[in-house]
């Protein structure tokens, strides 16, 4: 009998150990306008899960199929609703998203921005912080490297207008080069955007850069100069890395990537809220992540850890 009292009383230890454990495990959740299969955000997520299993804690990447406002506000409520410890939130439409924010902060839950949104708005709506590069200071940092190596009519292709990181890295890029760049509204599909830079560069014949804001307009901006026979004649830079970009920058085929080192903005707020539920440890300052431009000097010595998705 002793021996069967020892025993259940063993199990029950356990199982309130188990219970206990799990109680206090740290869970943070991660809603953005990204989906996991894009190249940037596969970097985000990447960091999110490399976190997540260096600290043995529940850390869950959300996004919309699609750059979908309602649906990522749906799942904004649904995060907020489940009362995780720490809520991760990237801002590409402040009137959209601003509410369900402010409702995070409002139940207790701390918030962190990352990406899109910046600095002034994520203390605004009672975020902790923001993570990222300032987007506009990134295109005007651009155009200036632009205007440097003799650029004259410039382009600026936007795969996803209406997203304001991006759009801020347009009016930053004119701002830099100081003088007038159309922005060509582009699309998520490659070959339609290939085909839409084709057009624009029919019709503007004196067009001598294209600068894409992300990954998804610079395979098609690469594509649209050699069809078009331009190589040479027309420079590229981009936001962003990719292998592709990397390997177009060191044979010389793009002039940079920017990189906002987005692996952070999945890896580090993971650290952060885990070391607040373990030891009320708060960050008080943003962390910039970018902008580094990668050029030539340095492309091919990246491209072997864009290949393993943590540039």
């Known amino acids: 009998m002793r021996r069967v009292i020892t025993a259940v009383t063993a199990a029950a230890v356990l199982t309130i150990g188990a219970a206990t454990a799990m109680a206090q495990e740290t869970r943070v959740v991660f809603v953005t306008h990204g989906q996991a299969a894009d190249q940037y955000w596969s970097v985000v997520k990447k960091g999110v899960d490399d976190a997540g299993k260096a600290l043995g804690i529940n850390a869950e990447y959300l996004a919309p199929e699609t750059f979908d406002m309602p649906a990522m506000v749906r799942l904004l409520d649904s995060a907020i609703a489940s009362k995780p410890d720490g809520l991760v939130v990237s801002i590409p439409d402040t009137d959209a998203l601003s509410e369900p924010v402010k409702n995070a902060v409002a139940a207790g839950i701390p918030v962190i921005v990352i990406d899109s949104g910046g600095s002034e708005l994520s203390r605004s709506l009672g975020a902790l912080l923001y993570m990222g590069q300032n987007e506009y200071d990134a295109g005007v940092a651009a155009g200036k490297r632009a205007g440097a190596i003799g650029v004259k009519s410039a ?43 084709l057009a624009h560069l029919n019709a503007n014949p004196n067009t001598d850069f294209i600068l894409t804001v992300g990954s998804a307009g610079a395979d098609p901006a690469l594509a649209a100069v050699e069809e078009a026979g331009l190589a040479g004649k027309v420079k590229t830079g981009t936001f962003d890395l990719s292998p592709t970009i990397l390997q177009a920058v060191d044979a010389g085929k793009m002039e940079w990537g920017i990189d906002a080192q987005q692996y952070l903005m999945g890896y580090v707020p993971v650290v952060m ?9 708060a960050p008080i300052e943003d962390y910039p992540t970018g902008p580094g431009f990668v050029t030539k000097a340095e492309a091919a010595a990246i491209v072997d850890l864009a290949k393993q998705g943590v540039r």
């Open 155 to 197: 382009v600026c292709a936007n795969h996803e207008v209406g997203n304001i990181s991006l759009d801020d890295r347009c009016r930053g890029f004119q701002d830099g080069l100081g003088a007038n760049v159309p922005v060509l509204q582009g699309v998520m599909d490659p070959t339609e955007m290939k085909a839409r830079i």
């Open 273 to 281: 809220f885990d070391l607040m539920k373990r030891y009320k440890l």
